[in-house]
């Protein structure tokens, strides 16, 4: 994999792509967190192939990817909830690159909180698509990393896993569970020379956060995207992403539940 030069503050770090394109696997593709992120590979000329569920939507992506330079693109729709379908997916996504250096898990879906609080069968979906199918990923991800001795696993969390909240504490523990599920597995494959990226952004203003309260002051996607590239770069193992999200959630896990568990948050 390359490395990473000093660079003006902002800047991206430069990637020596000379000698061969960098192999990218973007599964939820059409992440607009995602996208950003597959804009800057493209226009180093990487191989990159992505997977999402809308076949209209991936196309399009996959469209602008090529035209901003990417070596190669392919893509496979495909509904990720379908743990099954992981292993042949995985193995057509690396066999059309030739390997993997990067693979980039945007998996997620928001859900409805109070829907969830009533609705077991919701509240299991976001748990299933948040946590159980990243972890079927995952897992198969990491132990091909590990055979070939390299490989970053790079993975949106959020900083809603920090800690549960009444207004969105079924997304946050798929999150908390998913960021634990990522620490242990990086103490398990660093030794192995595979890089592990826990990604914590706070609210991106994205297709999924369309429609929130305050949605137009949320992070922009490309400024995050940036952000994720470099800390693939300096392989970073935790990213909170804008910055201040660190210590505002310091804040927030040290007030004292007694005093946690009456406010509105």
Known sequence: MSTATATPEGALPHRDLSHTPWRVLVLGATSGIAEATARIWAREGANIF???????????????LRVRGAAYVETAVADLDDIDGHTALLGRAITALGGLDVAYLAVGI??????????????????????TAPVSLLTWLSNYCVNQGFGTLAVLSSVAGERGRKSNY?????????????????????????????????????????GMKGSEKFADPDKVAREIARAIDKKQDVLYTPFQWRPIMAVIRAIPERIFKKLNL
């Open 110 to 131: 928001l859900g409805e909180q109070p829907r969830a609080e009533q609705d077991t069968t919701h509240a299991l979906h976001i748990l299933h698509t948040n946590l």
């Open 50 to 64: 992505l997977v999402a569920r809308n076949a209209d939507r991936i196309n399009a992506v996959a469209a602008d």
């Open 170 to 210: 079924v997304y946050g523990a798929s999150k908390a569970g998913l960021t634990a599920f990522l620490g242990g597995l990086r103490n398990r494959v660093d030794r192995e020379g595979v890089h592990v990226l826990t990604i914590k952004p706070g609210p991106v203003r994205t297709s999924m956060t369309t």
